[in-house]
């Protein structure tokens, strides 16, 4: 739900009438997430809604959607929700890519055409406690010690000011009942689209080493308030989000998401074994290159699992999936076009990943 343009989704969400949109809340209707992050949802950059988020709920999660059946789902109501400020499309001072002009995408804090495209947000049926959310929108890529960030490729004065998370990484305390999870939330670059440099590649492996750091409360952080911390070893969490890495394959570092499926403190059963999220509708998608992992296991079209739900160790996790419906279940049109192919234009060349938690 990004468009080049400020503004197009807010006129887009306007009315209930475009498809791809009504695809998705009805994919939304039928899984029914308590808690749920949106990636790539355009907002005002330094956060808050201009209204297409409202226009969302209203206009499709607010009105039953009809599916091959003909039979129609169910509405759902997110009362809280918030919309984090983000780096994507946010134009800095300094010409990162050294071209002479300082101009969006290429020298944005986040790659984006304007501020707040390709930003993330976060709807709720729980409280959301935002008085106690911590950002590290800010956090400065260079004061990540043995980081990545390609030495030769920027300018002393870019270093001293590039930021290391492309759109936003934040812990955002949501209430159930008496028990407070944290939700870490972000959605790294992609690990393409760069040169021999691979700044791309590298800034994608060191935003999900932010995330382990995060986690470990590293001791050399700093949030957006300037308190030098992460999660305390004491705090439950949830980390959700697009990473754009693949442990098995893709084009990015192996190495980041591994050490963060095989943390000690991540739920192993989701991570890597016996409830990671899985589907039976993945194995029909049609792949230009040969695949090595599971395609049980796949989130996106190229067949690769980029899209995660990771709760902490502490949680205990019930049930998950991959909503990737099978050839013959009636949901299948909400993932195809209406000629049965599986394109980003149906609706997302992602798919909705989802976990059951028993408090």
């Known amino acids: 739900m990004s468009q080049a343009t400020a503004g197009q989704i807010l006129a887009q969400t306007a009315s209930s009438d475009t498809e791809r949109f009504k695809k998705i809340a009805a994919i939304i209707q039928h899984v029914r997430p308590d808690v749920l992050l949106l990636c790539e949802f355009d907002h005002p950059g330094q956060g808050g809604d201009d209204g297409a988020l409202d226009n969302f709920c209203c206009h499709y999660l607010g009105v039953a959607q009809p599916v091959e059946s003909g039979s129609t789902t169910t509405p759902i109501a997110y009362p809280y929700r918030y919309l984090p400020p983000t780096n994507t499309g946010l134009l800095s001072d300094v010409d990162f890519n050294r071209d ?3 101009t969006l995408p290429e020298d944005g804090y986040g790659f984006g055409e304007h501020h707040g495209h390709y930003g993330f947000v976060i709807l709720s049926r729980y409280p959301l406690d ?10 400065l890529w260079r004061d990540m010690p043995g980081n990545q960030m390609p030495s030769a490729y920027y300018s002393a004065e870019a ?6 998370s492309s759109k936003n990484h934040i812990a955002l305390p949501i209430i159930v009942e008496d028990r407070t999870i944290h939700l870490l939330c972000c959605h790294p670059t992609p690990p393409v689209f760069d040169g021999e440099e691979k700044r791309n590649l ?5 935003e999900l080493r932010l995330l382990v750091d995060i986690i470990d409360n590293a001791d050399y952080l700093y949030d957006d308030k300037g308190v030098q911390a992460g999660l305390a070893s004491t705090e ?3 980390v959700m989000g697009d990473l754009n890495a693949d442990s098995i394959d893709g084009d990015g570092s192996k190495s980041a998401i591994k050490q963060l499926l095989h943390h000690p403190r991540i739920n192993h059963t989701v991570s890597s074994g016996k409830k990671t999220p899985k589907s039976v509708g993945s194995r029909f998608v049609r792949l230009w290159q040969t695949r090595i992992g599971r395609a049980s296991e796949w989130t996106h079209l190229s067949g690769l699992r980029l899209d995660y739900v990771l709760p902490s160790a502490d949680l205990s996790v019930t049930n998950s999936g991959v909503f990737w419906p099978d050839r013959k279940d009636p949901m299948r049109s909400l993932v ?8 980003p234009q149906a609706g997302s060349d992602h798919r909705l990943v989802w976990i059951d938690i028993r408090l």
Do not use: T
């Open 159 to 164: 270093k001293d000011v590039f930021r290391l």
């Open 100 to 102: 002479g002009k300082c």
């Open 202 to 206: 590298r800034r994608n492996h060191d």
């Open 336 to 343: 195809v076009d209406d000629k049965g192919r599986e394109r």
């Open 130 to 139: 935002e008085s106690q959310m911590r950002s590290w929108q800010h956090f």
């Open 236 to 238: 439950s969490f949830i």
